[in-house]
């Protein structure tokens, strides 16, 4: 088993949706990317950790690999949009890759020029990528939010909607 580490906005949205893909064992919503120590929601929500929200995702690579992480990551979310997705403002939903090895940075970096060469985005991509330090899981009732909070405002008109487009874009991926 592997481990990618990615930030795209609220990490509702990442875990609602990579768990649905073949491969994926297992999908942990947490922070990383900062500078404070066993950071919680809370402080994270302030902006002042410099913590992401993350989504550490646990896969098989025979039968998922890194670059089609990625290819769903870049699908998701907004790329182009410094420290915030959608409504959500602050360097907490910033979109970043946190690599574990030099084989992701490697993949990362190239993925992402290839995106800017395919002219895929219609302006600048933002997404950090720098190597993970430590990933801190979130408090338990992050965990599936979206599965165990589906009428929660937020999950209805945020999280469903993204993971509606997933579903249609990547319906051969699926389990």
């Not at 989504?55 to 420290?83: A, G, K």
């Not at 409504?87 to 992701?104: H, K």
Request: net charge neutral; with cysteine.
């Amino acid at each position: 088993m592997e481990k990618a580490v990615l930030g795209g906005g609220c990490f509702w949205c990442l875990e609602a949706v990579f768990p649905k893909l073949k491969g994926v064992i297992r999908v942990v919503p947490g922070y990383a990317g900062g500078h404070s120590l066993q950071p919680d929601y809370h402080q994270v929500c302030s902006g002042e950790t410099g913590h992401a929200e993350v989504v550490q995702v646990e896969y098989d690579p025979q039968l998922i690999n890194y670059r089609q992480l990625l290819e769903v990551f870049f699908f998701i979310h907004d790329p182009t949009t410094l420290n915030r997705q959608g409504n959500d403002v602050g360097s907490q939903y910033r979109s970043i890759i946190l690599t574990l090895s030099p084989e992701q940075m490697q993949q990362a970096g190239d993925y992402i020029n290839q995106l800017k060469k395919e002219k895929t985005f219609s302006r600048d991509l933002v997404t950090e990528i720098k190597p993970l330090e430590t990933f801190y899981p979130a408090e338990k009732y992050h965990h599936q939010y979206f599965l165990n909070n589906f009428s929660q405002p937020y999950c209805q008109a945020v999280v469903g909607p993204k993971v509606d487009k997933f579903l249609k874009r990547f319906e051969a991926w699926l389990k």
